[in-house]
């Protein structure tokens, strides 16, 4: 593994982002400047809709800006 990368895994649960005017998909661009309101976040298992199976587990969600100059300067391009 590279430092500051993560291996390959399979999800465990889907991660749908919804902002203002349209939602984040797999593979769409979205202009940076509708990224600079807070997102809708939502995760959901698709084989188990009712939630029954995550109920009691935890999750992280990061957001990052990776186009940020660094950790002391982290503005938007």
Do not use: C
């Not at 895994?9 to 797999?26: I, N, Q």
């Not at 084989?47 to 800006?65: I, K, Q, R």
């Amino acid at each position: 593994m590279d430092e500051g990368v993560i291996d390959d895994f399979p999800p465990s649960l889907t991660l749908s982002v919804s902002l203002k005017k349209e939602d984040a998909d797999l593979g769409n661009n979205i202009k940076s400047k509708r990224l600079h309101k807070q997102p809708t976040l939502s995760l959901y298992d698709e084989a188990d809709p009712e939630g029954s199976s995550s109920s009691g587990l935890s999750y992280v969600v990061t957001l990052v800006n990776p186009d940020a100059s660094s950790r002391d300067n982290p503005e938007w391009p």
